[in-house]
Each structure stands twice: as structure tokens, then as C-alpha cells.
């Protein structure tokens, strides 16, 4: 690891955090945890203000170390702020009579949702106006918008915390008129019953922040009456609720990582009861997709990279099921967008996306081809059934974001937008490639790499790996007009295909979770290593960056390759594994137990502790670090990066530089207007930047 003699840090004494000795005794192993109190703030506990005045002090402490960069940072926020073509359309979609589309305007940090009837050349009627509704707040996200059946109410959802936690507002499009039917406490989403006068949706736990009940409401009548329709009695599935694009069905779903539950409800009905579609089975996942004459199933059922399989409407138990496609070993069915006359199927192979149409008539299946060895499709906007055309997105590490529209009779396209990077962009400067890397057991895991022509590829490039690698989640490559700034200054960008996603089909999921976890971590150090060998770049200049689970990642990198890199970005790192998957009360921690292990159980405990960030920590020389962290993160508390702070602190030798950053007013995703989440980025740029010596 290159030292730190070339760059000026100023002489500022880093925050030491108080201990207080806390005791874990389980499975017969005791762990005394000396920041175990930092959880005070979230628990409302004693040393609540302790907390609060020890993150102050840590972004103190950023600030002074990273003083010399602020007129840098600020130009690279306006260098990425003046890429973004700040008046712009989204790309209209037709949906019962109306185009709807969102607008943005000069200066504004948000949006306008809007609609036309029956023509682009008809008025304009503003539903929401979002710049307007989000003023005097330091965050504001809207969501969830959905029109009733007869297209005069507006049910949409609100967070101002940042903690996921979204209250459903209903809005009277012909009158204006907001109703007073709020809905706290949810997921955000509401439905529709074809009466115009019913919704459900999908309730959260205040506390745990779990999905745990669909509830159904009357407008007009007090929320507290709602009635609940299904609840969830096991508390490691997610549950949700939604409409099949023909419009018949209401459907609910709970699923975990391992087994599915479908139950259905006729649209027209809304008072009657939900029925099961198939009673969930272990180890079983399968959605559901209605048709006019028959229920399409997507299913693992003995087929691990998914299968298609069909059923009456009145006949859905599992005895009825029979084949639609076929199982392939080397394919992974992701998803299935339904038309009336065609299905267009979302599959994975060779680590790539691609798509499918299948004509329903002629049972004739046809493939689009995208040309580049390195990119992501997916099925855009497509609320319409009865209609031949196919909305997908398309973007490559050097094709901007692009939305296509395609003819899935005569197979023609037409390029509907494409995002306008401002500045003259020109992909024919950058170079794309992919590349694999044999990995310790054998395995040859992906690497997609970008950078601009003319990189010199001697090992002296600076290059930041990127990868994330859990939940199945696959890390495809796209486009990022804020990624010039890096690649413009000579980085050379590495996105990791590593085990723990699904890039390579189910069993890489399956071969990078619970008892297996540890091949995550190690696909990324062998891909580094690989990187180094290949003269791409050299550990002096090779630099990590993952968030949420990839800031896992982060904190296992460290620790067991830290000579490798040179710098480490960890985004609101799940770090102190442990402890957070032994305290129910914390968010979302039940629902993890299928991806992470449950730690009251002996084996995992023990496997979990020994990869564990927060538990692995030692004396020795530790990268260059930067850890960013928001104070009302929902999906990883805050307590988890500050305690890893902390501890790391106390134990690290050498002279690395360890910032931890703290957003005092936002959550898991950053900052929600459009602009202010680049200021983020500028911060880690700059900090990149100051490493490599470039100071401009």
C-alpha cells in the first residue's frame, strides 16, 4: 500500500469516541463491544446527545482533512451539475386514455407529473406539481402515483425523513382538492379497485419497518376503520400489493429469499375475500402473470434458473401446472411483460441481459440484438396490454440511458430518447471491454471495465472497482454521466460481476449467500489482483468503492486485503453484521435471515462473526478511507458505520487517512433533489482525487 509522504493532510487530531464495555454472551462466546452505546440515538436510550455530538465531531473532522478540496469539490459539482440538461420530458406513456409523462424545469431540484387526453397536442394538466409541494424541506420524495379506473382521483405518496416510511395522499384531479383520508405508515403504493372508490395497500411496522398487513380502505371513511385483508405471519418475507396490467386482478405477494406466496382478488369485487393461488412451499419462489385465457407462472420449482409454466383461471394449485418453456441450465428467466398478443421475457446468459418476444399466437420466439459487448436492457414503461409495442431501456459504460420503442410484429424500433449529457459528449472517446478473472476456486467471474482512449494501461492508472454482490441483485453496466469527471482525469472504472448477484444466473446467487458468503468477498480480491496483473493498475493507485451490502463488502476488503488498495469509499456500510442480525428490533432484520443467516442458530453465528467488519478489526495498516452514513437510514442504521469508525480508530497503525461522513438530514439513499445528491459524489471524487495528487 503506497504511503501518504505526497499528499498534504492537514494536522488535525481525529475524533476518539468514548467506550462504555458492553457484554454479548451467546453460543457460549462472550464479546465485549466497547461502542455498543452508539445505538443510543435509535433506541431513544441515555447517551442519545453523546451520539449525536460524537457524528458531529466526526463530520467536523472530515471537513478540516478534506478543507483544501473545497473549491475542488465545488467545481466538480458544477462540472457535473452542467452535464444535466436541467428543462427536460420524460418520454410519454399511454395509459386509459391519457399520455402521462414528468417534466423538469431550469433550477428546479424536482418535477412536474402531468397528463394529456387522448393527443400530445392536447392541454396539459399539471397533477403534481413536486418543486412546489417539496419546499421547506431538506428531503422530499414522491412516489407511487396511480390513477383510478375512471381517471379523476390521484392516489400518490409522500416521505420527508428518509426513512422509507410513506404516507398515501388522495387528490381530486377535476377539483384539486387533496381529501383528508391520510394514510401513514406504508410502503407507498396504492391500488386500485375498479369501484373508483377502493384502495389497498401495504402497512409498515413503525418500529421494525417491516411489511406485516395489505389493508383495504374506503375513501371517505377514518383510516383507523381500514380493514386488513392479509397479514403476514412470517416475519423474514416482504409482502406488497398490485394490479395486473389487464386490470382484473388484484394481487398480493409474499416472498423471501427462498419460498413465494401468491393470493388474488377479482378487481370488480374489492369487498370480497383474496384467495391463495398456490400455498407457498419451501424453497419454492413463483410469480404469477394473468392472461386473457390462462395464468402464466414463473417458478424455480425444479428448475433453478426458472421455468414458465401455465394453468387455467379457475384451476391455479400446482397439480394443474404444465409446461410453457421449458428449463435451460444456461439461462436465467428473470421476468415476463404481458401483452394481449405477445409476452416480451427478461433472461440472463453469459452475465449479459437480453430479451425475448414471444408471439402468443404462433408460438414464434425472436431475440433483439444490441450490439456491444457490454450493456443492460430491461423492459421500460409498458401499462398498456392491448398493444403491439414494446417500451425497453437500453444503456452501455458508454451509451447514455435510451428508451426505444419496438414493434414486436414487424420487429421495427424507433429510438424515442436517449439522454442528452450537455457538453458535447463523445462515446467514441471512451473504450468499453469485458474481461474475466479466474478467481481462487477456479471460477471465472466478469469484469466490465471502461475508460477513456488513450489511458495508459502500465499499471500507473488510478482505477476504482466497484461491485455489490448480495441479494441476488444483479450490478449490470449502464451509463454515468457523473463517471466522466473520474474517467476525464485518467480513472479507469471496474464494475465487478462477483458471486452473490445473479449476473451469471441463479446458482451465482446461490454460491454467494448465508454459508457461502465468504466467495463474495474473495471473487472481489481476486478481481483486483487480476486487474494489477493484467497492468490496468498497481496498488498504489487501485481504489474500492460498494454501498449498503456492498459496503459489506468495503469492510471485508479491508480487512483481509487491505494492502491491495490504496482507498476505500464505504456508502452506508452494513458492517457490524453480528449485532444487527441478533437485534429484532431493528430494522429489517428478520428479513435477512435467509440472505445473512440467523446468528441465534450456532453455525451461522460463528461464520457470520468471522467475516464481520466491526468483529474483524485488528492492528495494523489499513487503506485510505472514506464512510458515508445518513442519520435516518432506514435499511442500515447509522450506529453500524460510527461504531466501525470508532473501533477502527483505536486499532489502525500507520498513517491512512479514516473520514467518516454523516448526513444529518437524510436516509439510505442521499439527498432527493436532482442536484444535491451530486454534492455526495463531488465529496468521494475529491477524495479520490487528493490520493492520486490531482488537485483540478
Known sequence: MQDNKNVQWPEVSAPIAATYPYKRQIHGDTVVDNYYWMIDYFKKGPRSEAVINYLNEENAY?????????????????????????????????????????????????????????????????????????????????????????????????????????????????????????????????????????????????????????????????????????????????????KSKNGKYIIISSESTLSSEIWLLDADLPNDDFKVFQPRR??????????????????????????????????????????????????????????????????????????????????????????????????????????????????????????????????????????????????????????YASVRDGVKVPISLVYKKGTKLDGTAPLLQYAYGSYGASMDPSFSSNRLSLLDRGFIYALAHIRGGEEMGRQWYEDGKMMHKMNTFNDFVDCGRHLIEQGYTSPAHLYAQGGSAGGLLMGVVANIAAAQYHGIIAQVPFVDVVNTMLDETIPLTTNEYDEWGNPNLSDAYFYMKSYSPYENIEPKEYPNMLVTTGLHDSQVQYFEPAKWVAKLRTAKTGKSVLLLKTDMDYGHGGASGRFDYLKEIALEYAFLFKLEGIDH
Not at 380502505?217 to 418475507?237: M, W
Not at 395464468?295 to 414458465?308: P, W
Open 62 to 242: 472530515t471537513t478540516a482533512m478534506l478543507k483544501d478540496t473545497e473549491s475542488f469539490q465545488e467545481d466538480l459539482f458544477r462540472e457535473m451539475k452542467f452535464r444535466i440538461k436541467e428543462k427536460d420530458v420524460s418520454v410519454p406513456y399511454f395509459k386509459n386514455g391519457y399520455y402521462y409523462y414528468s417534466r423538469t424545469e431550469e433550477g428546479y431540484q424536482y418535477f412536474k407529473f402531468c397528463r394529456k387526453k387522448g393527443s400530445l397536442d392536447a392541454d396539459e394538466e399539471l397533477l403534481l406539481d413536486i418543486d412546489n409541494l417539496a419546499e421547506g424541506y431538506a428531503y422530499y420524495t414522491a412516489k407511487g402515483f396511480s390513477i383510478s379506473p375512471d381517471n379523476r382521483l390521484l392516489a400518490f405518496s409522500v416521505d420527508t425523513v428518509s426513512r422509507r416510511e410513506y404516507t398515501i395522499y388522495i387528490k381530486n384531479l377535476e377539483s384539486g382538492e387533496i381529501y383528508p383520508d391520510r394514510i401513514a405508515n406504508t410502503e407507498g403504493t396504492a391500488i386500485w379497485g375498479n369501484d373508483n372508490q377502493t384502495l389497498f395497500y401495504t402497512a409498515k411496522n413503525p418500529v421494525t419497518l417491516l411489511s406485516e398487513k395489505i389493508m383495504r380502505h374506503s375513501l371517505g371513511t377514518d383510516v383507523s376503520a381500514d380493514v386488513c385483508v392479509y397479514e403476514e405471519r412470517d416475519n423474514t418475507n416482504y409482502i406488497a400489493v398490485g
Open 282 to 435: 419451501n424453497d419454492v419462489l413463483y410469480t404469477v402473470v394473468p392472461l386473457e385465457d390462462r395464468f402464466l407462472i414463473l417458478t424455480n420449482d425444479e428448475a433453478i434458473n426458472f421455468r414458465v409454466m401455465q394453468c387455467p383461471l379457475d384451476k391455479t394449485g400446482l397439480e394443474h401446472w404444465t409446461t410453457f418453456l421449458a428449463h435451460r441450465p444456461d439461462v436465467l428467466v428473470s421476468d415476463i411483460e404481458e401483452f394481449k398478443s405477445f409476452l416480451a421475457i427478461a433472461e440472463r446468459k453469459d452475465g449479459l441481459t437480453q430479451l425475448a418476444i414471444y408471439n402468443l399466437g404462433s408460438q414464434e420466439q425472436h431475440y433483439l440484438d444490441f450490439g456491444e459487448v457490454a450493456y443492460t436492457v430491461y423492459p421500460g414503461i409498458n401499462v398498456e396490454y392491448n398493444t403491439e409495442s414494446l417500451r425497453y431501456g437500453y444503456t452501455s459504460l458508454v451509451t447514455p440511458s435510451s428508451v426505444y420503442e419496438y414493434n414486436m410484429r414487424d420487429r421495427s424500433k424507433v429510438l424515442l430518447k436517449q439522454q442528452e449529457v450537455l457538453g458535447g459528449y463523445d462515446r467514441t472517446a471512451y473504450k468499453t471491454e469485458r474481461i
